[in-house]
C-alpha cells in the first residue's frame, strides 16, 4: 500500500473513532466523520462500504480477542480440572484478567462496544457476553460437582444476577474513562470483593 494511503487510512480512521466516542454509532454521520478528516464523503467511501463497516473495523478485532482469551481460559480450567487440581490453583486466571490482557489495552475500542454501539450488531453485547458466560460457569459446575467438588447448588436466574454484577463492576472502571493507575487499583479490589463468592459457590477451599 502506498505510503500516502496508509497515512490517509490511519487519519480516517483516528476521526471514525473520534466521531462515534463523541456522538455514538446512531448519532455519527458520514458528513462529521469527513470534516474530522478533512476528506469528502466519496473519499470515505473509498476505504470503508459504509457506516456499519467503520464501526465493525474499530470493534471487530477486540471482540474477536475477547472470543479467544474466552476460549483460551476455557481450555485451560478443563485441563486443570482433568489434571486433578484442587482448590484455589484451579482460579490461575479470571474475568479480571480478561479485563487486563485484553480490553484494558483497547480501552477506547471497549469504550465503543459498551456505550457507543446502539444500532449496531453488538448492542447487546454485554446481555449476550453474560450469557454465555452463564452457560459456560453452569456446566462448569455440574463438571465440578462429579469431580467431588461441595458446589453450591444455583439455578440459571441467580448465576445470571452473580455475573452480571461482577462483569459490570469490571466495566465501571474503563466505561467512565479513568486512568491506567486508578483502572488497576479497581480491579484489585473488584478481584479482592468478588473471588471469597465464587470460591464458596464452586466448593473450593
Not at 485484553?102 to 475500542?109: A, D, G, L
Not at 454465555?132 to 436466574?157: H, P, S, T, W
Not at 445470571?160 to 459490570?168: D, E, G, K, R, V
Request: proline fraction near 2%.
Amino acid at each position: 500500500m502506498p505510503r500516502d494511503k496508509t497515512q490517509s487510512h490511519a487519519r480516517v480512521r483516528k476521526a471514525i473513532k473520534e466521531e462515534f466516542l463523541e456522538k455514538g454509532y446512531e448519532g455519527a454521520s458520514i458528513r462529521g466523520i469527513g470534516a474530522k478528516a478533512g476528506m469528502t464523503s466519496a473519499g470515505l467511501y473509498r476505504h470503508y462500504a459504509d457506516k456499519a463497516d467503520m464501526f465493525s473495523a474499530l470493534v471487530d478485532p477486540l471482540v474477536e480477542s475477547i472470543e479467544n482469551w474466552v476460549e483460551r481460559h476455557k481450555s485451560r480450567k478443563y485441563g486443570l480440572m482433568e489434571d486433578g487440581t484442587k482448590g484455589k490453583d484451579l482460579f490461575g486466571e479470571t474475568v479480571v484478567d480478561l479485563f487486563k490482557d485484553v480490553i484494558i489495552p483497547q480501552k477506547e475500542e471497549f469504550r465503543l462496544l459498551i456505550n457507543c454501539s446502539a444500532g449496531t450488531k453488538y448492542e447487546n453485547f454485554i446481555h449476550d457476553f453474560v450469557e454465555k458466560n452463564q452457560i459456560d460457569f453452569m456446566n462448569a459446575l455440574v463438571y465440578l460437582r462429579e469431580c467431588g467438588y461441595k458446589v453450591k447448588d444455583i439455578d440459571e436466574e441467580e448465576m445470571h444476577m452473580l455475573l452480571s454484577a461482577y462483569i459490570t463492576a469490571c466495566i465501571e472502571p474503563i466505561v467512565h474513562g479513568y486512568d491506567d493507575k486508578k483502572i488497576d487499583s479497581y480491579m484489585q479490589t473488584i478481584q479482592e470483593f468478588f473471588m471469597p463468592g465464587w470460591y464458596k459457590l464452586m466448593g473450593i477451599k
